[in-house]
């Protein structure tokens, strides 16, 4: 697998479930969520593209007031774009995703795939879609919040951001077993809620996935990933 040398994606960690990605040509944010009453991220979050992967508020979170003052794209399922537009969302920014149907725009493109999730109150289920991300010469698997794989263990990804934990999410051990199956570069855990869950995550994948880094991100750290001469993967995490 060969890119073009210059490419760079830089990704940033605002907690939670919450990412920034940032190439030469676009940026996106991931599940701007809003945890215990307080927004994850910035209103004034400067962003071409916001994605949330559910219409749950800590997916939604602040979008349409970042989307208001960064003139952002809003993109999600139909209930999470409702959710957006009932919080004023401008509907010229608003976009439907379809589970398998491409969203391109240049310097990035997004594939869809309807996962399902726990309703955090009701335990209901409801739609939550996984991402498969083509920015900055980088292929990243994001799922979001959820206990379905769907097709990601088959994916090619250099960057696989999975969410760990209980109940609602994947346990330590189908999360490892996820990226031991798709082989990403680097395997970011999410959503954990204990320090236990994340040493287990990096101890196994240590184990018993060569070949792929485990990556523990803290909130506010920027993971800059390249391709340099054309085919030697580089990171750096600061």
Not at 96 to 118: D, F, M, N
Not at 202 to 207: G, H, I, N, S, T
Not at 212 to 234: D, H, S, Y
Request: net charge neutral; aromatic share 8%; proline share 6%.
């Amino acid at each position: 697998m060969t890119n073009g040398s210059g490419q760079l994606l830089n990704i940033t960690y605002f907690g939670r479930t919450s990412f920034g990605l940032e190439s030469k040509d676009t940026s996106v944010l991931l599940n701007p969520g809003i945890w215990d009453g307080k927004p994850v991220v910035p209103d004034d979050r400067d962003v071409r593209i916001i994605v949330a992967t559910n219409h749950f508020d800590d997916a939604v979170g602040n979008a349409a007031a970042i989307s208001s003052k960064s003139k952002g794209w809003i993109l999600g399922n139909e209930q999470t774009i409702e959710k957006a537009k009932s919080q004023g969302g401008k509907p010229w920014l608003l976009h439907v995703l379809k589970p398998e149907e491409t969203y391109q725009i240049p310097g990035l493109k997004i594939v869809p795939y309807s996962l399902q999730r726990a309703d955090p109150k009701s335990g209901e289920k409801s739609q939550n879609l996984g991402l498969y991300i083509e920015m900055g010469g980088m292929k990243v698997s994001y799922l979001g919040d959820t206990v379905v794989r769907g097709p990601f263990g088959q994916i090619e990804a250099d960057v696989m951001i999975v969410p760990v934990g209980d109940g609602e999410v994947f346990a330590v051990k189908d999360a490892v077993s996820l990226c031991i199956d798709a082989k990403p570069r680097i395997g970011i855990p999410v959503r954990w809620t204990t320090q236990e869950q994340s040493s287990r995550f990096r101890k196994y994948l240590e184990q018993f996935a060569s070949g792929t880094i485990p990556m523990i991100m803290e909130p506010k750290q920027v993971l800059e990933i390249q391709w340099a001469a054309g085919n030697e993967f580089r990171y750096k995490l600061s």
